[in-house]
């Protein structure tokens, strides 16, 4: 049973920048590629960032070039940078192994941006 545990959220002005921190536990982290998604209020769960197990990322056209994916294989733990913050960046943040999620998901973390 995979356990995944989102930190790093908050509220920050539009153009701030935060750090999302996920750790993973229960599974062999260092062979999945892992994402990091998000949900609107309304919104479908997206996938907006994800970094294969030798760390080649990708990114959804909303978030490229503000946002940078990492992970540490030794710490079971994945990263999302998140620079020039816009308000429509405004979601809970999950990761999950990408492109199939395991079924379980963590609690995720919250991210307002709001002046």
């Known amino acids: 049973q995979v356990q995944l545990v989102e930190s790093g959220g908050g509220l920050v002005q539009p153009g701030g920048s935060l750090r999302l921190s996920c750790v993973a536990s229960?599974?062999?982290?260092?062979?999945?590629?892992m994402g990091w998604y998000r949900q609107a209020p309304g919104k479908q769960r997206e996938l907006v960032a994800s970094?294969?197990?030798?760390?080649?990322?990708n990114y959804a056209d909303s978030v490229k070039g503000r946002f940078t994916i990492s992970r540490d294989n030794a710490k079971n733990t994945v990263y999302l940078q998140m620079n020039s913050l816009k308000p429509e960046d405004t979601a809970v943040y999950y990761c999950?192994?990408?492109?199939?999620?395991?079924?379980?998901w963590g609690q995720g973390t919250q991210v307002t941006v709001s002046s």
């Open positions: 229960g599974a062999i982290f260092r062979i999945y590629a």
């Open positions: 970094v294969t197990s030798d760390g080649r990322t």
């Open positions: 999950n192994r990408s492109p199939t999620p395991f079924a379980s």
